[in-house]
């Protein structure tokens, strides 16, 4: 793993230091105009290459020449975009970062709404704040009814509605809480990597906070999503999460009623 140069200096933890994070295989003809989009809102920027090939490892050569804002990690080989981000995240954590903006290298999202999720994130710190797609046309029907079933997998995993789109890879992480958790138990290597830990944050106490955006496919764009192989992992994903629900059942059930509790005796009184 190449790292760029150093990612910040050493000073007091802000309460919100926020940075981009950018997890990339392959993605070459999209990556500037993301990259320069996020610098252009004042965001420090963090790039994690997944193992690109030739032509894509010298487009980053280049960014990063002409973005000195701009950090690069490396992984010697490709190993998934859950191992990327995993690596960014700590990364992130490590150089005194407070919270990552996980944004696609693809053009998918819409970054002119960098500003939303950042005052999502002020108004409360310790919130995840997830990306809520609203696709126009050139989503495929079959992705998009097939999210439905893992936002029905995931209601159940959380018990309750709290997360709203579980799937989107635009969305801003607490690293405090979001690296512990990673500490705690290893995620997933691969496309699985983003319901996962929103599950997970769930569990831990995480608050989330929905944020709907703008999700295109752009025409002509790289999709690294592998029906079988990608949809063995989501099933055994949530196989495994559904059985872990199990023993958290009764405190996921108990946050669900202690507010209501509070909100009945407040009105009592």
């Not at 963090?46 to 000195?68: C, E, K």
């Not at 989107?168 to 992480?173: D, M, N, Q």
């Amino acid at each position: 793993m190449v790292l760029s140069m150093p990612l910040a200096a050493e000073s007091p933890a802000p309460c919100f230091a926020p940075c981009a994070l950018i997890p990339i295989y392959n993605h070459k003809d999209t990556i500037a105009r993301t990259a320069h989009a996020l610098r252009a809102h004042g965001l420090p920027v963090m790039i994690v290459d997944d193992g690109s090939d030739a032509a894509t490892r010298a487009v980053l050569d280049a960014l990063v020449h002409d973005l000195p804002e701009i950090q690069l990690l490396r992984l010697p080989q490709n190993q998934g975009k859950g191992r990327a981000l995993t690596t960014g995240l700590l990364a992130a954590h490590a150089a005194g970062y407070t919270h990552a903006l996980q944004i696609d290298a693809d053009g998918q999202h819409d970054v002119a709404d960098v500003p939303r999720f950042l005052a999502e994130a002020r108004a409360d710190l310790q919130a995840l704040v997830c990306g809520q797609p609203i696709y126009d046309d050139s989503v495929p029907r079959a992705r998009l009814y097939g999210r439905y079933l893992t936002h029905v997998c995931v209601w159940l995993e959380t018990l309750s509605l709290t997360i709203r789109d579980s799937m989107c890879g635009y969305r801003l992480y607490p690293l405090p809480a979001t690296c512990a958790e990673i500490a705690r138990a290893p995620m997933p290597a691969r496309m699985d990597f983003d319901t996962e830990i929103a599950v997970r944050l769930v569990w831990r106490g995480v608050p989330v906070r929905n944020l709907p955006t703008r999700v295109i496919y752009p025409e002509n764009g790289l999709s690294h999503f592998r029906m079988l192989r990608d949809n063995a992992r989501i099933t055994a994903m949530h196989t495994r999460l559904l059985l872990g629900m199990l023993v958290r059942a009764p405190r996921l059930l108990w946050r669900r009623i202690r507010p209501n509790r509070r909100r009945s005796e407040a009105c009592a009184t």
